[in-house]
């Protein structure tokens, strides 16, 4: 039950219990019971404007980079109220986040098998690799298959998400031009190791 709730259950004029023993028996201290929410300012309103109106513009920009324009800007205010109020509005920089590339756990590990290999014919080994473009509004996401032996780019393709269906088109584009290779060599992340 929320804490409105059970402000909601206590009655202050109750014949034979107080308000502190309807506290405990609902379990809500008795300062939660008296407090009274109060609302945001038109200080602050503004300062919440201002700060949607530059993560808006600069997605990417993090509480820190925030602050730096404002006060660039002329306007005086600290990384720590940049946080705290773009936590409330619920907005957060878009960035690259780490470990986009972890393989799920059913997907099998597939032994090296360049090591030591001599490589001087085309279709004998690819290879392919994803890698983010920076866009306006976020990041593209690049693959790119490749002959070992001549460089050459076979295929390439670009998606706004990290899904495998982008990397499928591309092996398959790549194989439909050129043949399959004798062996397909990129990392072990999840797009390169589903059963697509």
């Known amino acids: 039950m929320s804490p409105a709730k059970k402000r909601a259950t206590i009655q202050r004029n109750h014949p034979d219990l107080s308000i502190c023993q309807q506290c405990k028996l609902v379990r809500l201290s ?15 309103l503004a300062m919440m404007k201002e700060i949607d109106r530059v993560f808006t513009k600069y997605p990417f920009f993090g509480s820190r980079q925030i602050a730096a324009y404002l006060r660039r800007k002329g306007t005086a205010i600290g990384r720590h109220r940049v946080r705290r109020l773009m936590a409330k509005m ?9 470990r986009t590339s972890r393989p799920h756990p059913r997907n099998p590990v597939y032994p090296y098998l360049l090591r030591k290999m001599h490589i001087d ?19 593209l996401y690049l693959i790119a298959i490749m002959d070992w032996a001549s460089r050459k780019v076979l295929s390439w393709r670009l998606s706004n998400t ?35």
């Open 90 to 98: 619920g907005l957060e920089a878009i960035y690259r986040r780490p």
């Open 30 to 44: 008795r300062s939660a019971f008296y407090y009274t929410p109060v609302g945001i300012d038109a200080d602050t």
């Open 162 to 196: 990290m899904h495998a269906d982008f990397c499928v088109d591309a092996a398959n584009e790549a194989i439909a031009r050129h043949g399959p290779p004798e062996i397909m060599n990129a990392d072990q992340c999840s797009q390169f190791t589903g059963s697509a």
């Open 121 to 139: 014919r085309q279709n004998q080994v690819w290879c392919a690799d994803i890698t983010f473009v920076p866009v306006r509004n976020g990041f």
